[in-house]
């Protein structure tokens, strides 16, 4: 099968209208302006947003910085605290587990730590715990856990306490202190939702009128 192809000539082909051309290029004109100018918004927006995260996280920066040193500047300008123990196991009454009796220790030289940052900056409250009698008595439950039993009657907390306050390698103040506080629980008492609560307000009690010199 053959197909023939003729060449048709210019003159069979219809035209369209010029105007019509003319109208065409001015719509075309007009969408490309569009998309060009929402192009530039879309960019100006994206810019400014990018702009207002950049300034946003700097400020974040900023903030973070200035309160490290504030933090730094504070730390610097407080006391520190230094805490030893004597003999756990020759106390009155201390957690009879090895691992309850380094929680207390923990406990204990951080509310020191604590109340060392009362003191100037520079200074070192040093302190030993001769011997400690916590509040309450203890009795075994099971092989693995203690009950301890507040009655408030005999079984109030004490401490025996070496201490000293050093500035530059002098003692500034030491002494040995007795600490008992009989009416524990008929005192009020900001740590009652924590762990050595009763021992915690006894030892701020004697920090302020033993190391402060403080009457209240």
Known sequence: MRISCQQVSGAGVPRAPPGRFKAVR???GWCVTACIGRLQRVRKDVYSAYTLKGNTMKTM???AGLTALL???GLASAGTATVTYGPLDKMT???????DREGMEAHFREHMGKLAEQLPAGQVL???FVDIDLAGDQFPRV???DVRVLKGRADWPRMELRWSVEQDGTVVSSGTSKVADPNYLMSSNRYNNEMYGYEKEMLDDWFRKEVLKKKR
């Open 93 to 99: 009454d201390v957690p009879r587990f090895a691992s």
């Open 143 to 145: 092989a693995i856990q």
């Open 126 to 128: 040093k302190v030993e």
């Open 61 to 63: 920066l900023r903030a």
């Open 71 to 73: 933090l730094t500047a």
């Open 26 to 28: 001015v719509v075309l």
